[in-house]
């Protein structure tokens, strides 16, 4: 089985930075996408950032400028810095992986969340 575990998350204060690391396990041949999604209360889940092997990245206009994604293509492991954290980032955060190439074929894998609160 192919698993995404995440970590990283927690309370901040505005202003503050956090940053999340999630790492996929299980017999992975490689992954094309990873990224990282949100969910707020109240809200439905939304693209935050995304990252390919190649190092091609996408981020949401809310955080541009202030996260940033990076991956260790080795470790099949993509984190995300987090500056200067805003009360509208709390979120849970899910780790993305898209086109995970396995014996079985392609898979698209979600972790199951790191909360993330920005609060004072």
């Known amino acids: 089985q192919v698993q995404l575990v995440e970590s990283g998350g927690g309370l901040v204060q505005p202003g503050g930075s956090l940053r999340l690391s999630c790492a996929a396990s299980g017999s992975i041949f490689s992954i094309d996408a990873m990224g990282w999604y949100r969910q707020g209360p109240g809200k439905q889940r939304e693209l935050v950032a995304t990252?390919?092997?190649?190092?091609?990245?996408n981020y949401a206009d809310s955080v541009k400028g202030r996260f940033t994604i990076s991956r260790d293509n080795a470790k099949n492991t993509v984190y995300m810095q987090m500056n200067s954290l805003k009360p509208e980032d709390t979120a849970v955060y899910y780790c993305?992986?898209?086109?995970?190439?396995?014996?079985?074929?392609?898979?698209?894998?979600w972790g199951q969340g790191t909360l993330v609160t920005v609060s004072s």
């Open positions: 990252i390919t092997s190649g190092g091609s990245t």
């Open positions: 993305n992986a898209d086109r995970v190439a396995t014996m079985s074929g392609n898979l698209e894998v």
